[in-house]
């Protein structure tokens, strides 16, 4: 067995220090937590990418590290199959003592209509408070949470500073270091426009009636377009059927498959190609004569090499990516684009330029001991004080794995949570702000108030007076704010490219920032969620929109919230004077367990080498 375990590391792209020692090691865990070997290695590498580790280089001195992992995986694991105990502590106790009586007059002097009326209230004329804070929802909080106790408040956690533009000066010299219960408001320097993408599905839509003919034409289609794109670019000539045996050089174009269940190796590696080349049939695709590859199912990629036996396609050159130009030409058809208002459209268009403030934040908004939402509104006080132009939110917002949602204890229903507690804050913080802030919900398939299937069409709000400030997008989304594209998607989709992608790195040991191929896999393939078949638990559904899942042009910011620790990197795509960049976000979860997680903050100035980003823990 200990074989296996270094095969099945190496198998990663791995290496091991000391090998004895640390196989041994392995072994041990593998006997004592159950492990396959192969869920040993998959733990070891959400270990080695949360850690960021920079060499693949398994050592003995992360041994202790790694088994902490596993612990705290093994009590996670055993917390979600015991969902129906709870562990009484004091905490109860003075819950129970504090809110026992104001419950039952609550119960006694409210009636049903009162409970649920108003589901959009009317601003009051004193804004609600909880302990001095404005956008709370007007509920008191009678006991310390641990979340109200944390400590080492707002501390950045990562920066990448570049020149910055006389905004990030201005707002620089603007903010100042007031306690949390003190707020100053500071109004943005510049007004901000706003584009939303025209985009499916659309709210109230019909779903679950995905048909087998849905998924090939959506699969079938992603071919054909890589194809085009190839050929168009002159580049490559055009593709022929790799499943007929040639002893010359070919150009094919298919889809990345896996012979059976599991994950990707080298001898389960199919290439199916397009029904117009072959039929759509599938032929065993061998890699080893490449020096680098990173190559997961669904991936669609050029290949050259030759096919002696009819039975093995040898590749000696993998395309992976779509040339620019030729994408160029491919999307040159005018897309839909929402205009909010005829109104809104601002006419000042001399104060429009490619600089924007951000801040982008993904739940769950709130901890996993109480339905407070402190997080969210801790947000909201920092957004007050350094204004961005645009605040991004993106779900979950009523998070379907919060215990007291899986148990079903609460009070109310999940659509008067939602608005009375995430649309009422929101609300009182655009107003507070003025109508020079916008703030953009995207919902999240753990949204328990909203419709679980992917696509996903955007939360149905209309809150009153602010619909051009308050504005929901589709999951995923796209839109434009001062000439800025951003792209969002919230599928965890780096954490499940990186239990499925089989990679080689180069020969010549140079370090490989693994989390940069993952997220380069999504504007290369030019797909929001170019995995397929799906991981567990993702309601694909090819019947809505298709299309919603394409990025037609490479967003200047991409935001792709994560399980995996919080970064900020600079994409670059295509060579030369065709190469793009683009600046990829993790903004880390706002709430992790019972304390503050992270969120992000970035002031765009033209382009992402000029651009400062924060990622500042809450």
């Not at 510049?190 to 003919?213: A, N």
Request: aromatic share 8%; glycine share 6%; net charge negative.
């Amino acid at each position: 067995m200990e074989e296996e375990i270094v095969e099945e590391f190496k198998k990663g792209g791995f290496s091991l220090d000391e090998e004895e020692e640390i196989a041994k090691k392995c072994l041990t865990f593998c006997i004592n937590y159950n492990l396959k070997p192969s869920e040993l290695v998959s733990s070891w590498e959400v270990y080695y990418l949360n850690r960021q580790l920079n060499e693949a280089i398994v050592q003995d001195a992360e041994m202790d590290g790694f088994l902490q992992h596993l612990q705290n995986a093994q009590k996670e694991a055993v917390i979600k199959e015991e969902t129906a105990l709870h562990f009484y502590s004091s905490k109860d106790v003075d819950m129970i003592l504090n809110d026992e009586v104001g419950d039952l007059k609550e119960d006694i002097l409210g009636s049903p209509t009162d409970r649920s009326q108003g589901l959009y209230p009317e601003p009051l004329d004193a804004t609600p408070q909880t302990n001095g804070n404005i956008f709370s929802s007007g509920k008191s909080s009678k006991h310390l949470t641990p979340f109200g106790q944390r400590t080492n408040k707002f501390m950045t956690k990562f920066s990448m500073n570049n020149m910055p533009c006389t905004d990030v000066r201005e707002m620089a010299r603007d903010q100042e270091n007031d306690e949390d219960d003190i707020i100053k408001k500071v109004q943005p320097q510049k007004r901000c426009s706003l584009i939303v993408h025209e985009s499916r599905p659309e709210p109230g839509c019909r779903f679950m009636y995905d048909r087998i003919e849905d998924r090939f034409n959506a699969l079938e289609n992603q071919i054909k377009r890589c194809t085009t794109a190839l050929v168009a670019s002159g580049l490559y000539e055009e593709p022929v059927d790799p499943t007929v045996a040639s002893q010359k050089s070919i150009f094919t174009v298919g889809m990345i498959c896996c012979d059976g269940e599991g994950h990707l190796n080298e001898k389960s590696t199919l290439l199916q190609s397009s029904v117009e080349h072959s039929g759509g049939q599938r032929v065993r695709l061998e890699l080893q004569k490449l020096s680098q590859f990173s190559v997961f199912p669904g991936q669609v990629v050029g290949i050259e090499g030759h096919n002696p036996s009819g039975h093995c396609l040898i590749a000696s050159k993998l395309v992976d990516s779509i040339p620019l130009s030729a994408t160029a030409d491919v999307n040159s058809r005018p897309t839909k684009k929402q205009a909010l208002d005829q109104e809104f459209q601002f006419t000042d268009l001399s104060c429009i330029q490619a600089e924007l403030s951000v801040i982008i934040a993904s739940g769950p908004f709130t901890t996993t001991d109480n339905l407070l939402f402190e997080p969210l509104t801790e947000l909201l006080t920092y957004a007050t004080r350094k204004p961005p132009q645009v605040l991004i939110l993106l779900g979950p917002f009523l998070d379907s794995e919060h215990i007291e949602i899986k148990k079903g204890t609460t009070d109310r229903s999940f659509d008067e949570i939602f608005h009375l507690e995430i649309l009422r804050r929101l609300q009182d913080y655009a107003e507070y702000m003025g109508s020079d802030v916008h703030v953009i919900l995207m919902p999240s398939t753990r949204d328990a108030s909203h419709d679980f299937v992917f696509p996903q069409p955007p939360f149905e709000i209309h809150p009153p007076d602010l619909k051009h400030q308050v504005i929901s997008i589709p999951n995923p989304g796209s839109f434009e704010a001062n000439q800025v594209k951003i792209g969002c998607c919230t599928v965890d989709i780096l954490k499940h490219l990186s239990g499925e992608e089989m990679s080689q790195n180069p020969s010549d040991g140079m370090p490989n920032d693994r989390m940069s191929r993952l997220a380069n896999h999504i504007l290369r393939q030019q797909s929001f969620y170019p995995l397929y078949p799906p991981a567990e638990g993702i309601p694909l559904d090819f019947s809505l929109a298709p299309e919603a899942l394409h990025i037609s042009s490479i967003p200047d910011i991409l935001i792709l919230p994560s399980d995996m620790k919080y970064f900020v990197k600079v994409l670059s795509l295509g060579e030369g004077d065709e190469q793009v960049k683009c600046i990829c976000v993790n903004p880390g979860r706002l709430s992790k367990g019972e304390g503050g997680g992270t969120f992000a903050e970035l002031n765009y100035c033209g382009g992402p080498d000029t651009t400062n980003a924060s990622i500042i823990g809450i």
